[in-house]
């Protein structure tokens, strides 16, 4: 999580207050997202306690954050065991 950046330079100016850790979901199919909130001012937003059930709505209705931006990806295990099985479709007329 990245707080403080300024509006008309890189995310490389905020300040870093929880470290990105790359996915690794043991099973299944999980969805990551990305949301660029802008906050009121610079130091209005700190850390949170867990990043076990993390909130971005209670984020951003405790510091008052609006939505700017939003992004998502499907990730799973490497290998692919634990998400969907689709079967291939077999040609007609064979």
């Known amino acids: 999580m990245v707080a403080d950046i300024p509006g008309t330079t890189g995310v490389s100016f905020g300040q870093e207050l929880v470290v990105y850790e790359r996915p690794e979901p043991r099973s ?3 969805r990551m997202v990305f949301v660029l ?4 001012g610079r130091g209005a937003v700190f850390a949170p306690d867990m990043r076990q059930n993390f909130s ?10 609006s939505i700017v931006a939003a992004t998502y990806f499907n990730c799973q295990m490497e290998g692919g ?12 007329g064979e």
């Open 28 to 30: 299944g199919i999980h």
């Open 81 to 92: 065991w634990g998400g969907r099985r689709f079967r291939p479709e077999s040609s007609q």
């Open 56 to 65: 971005c709505r209670s984020l951003a209705r405790q510091y008052h954050l």
């Open 37 to 40: 909130f802008q906050q009121l």
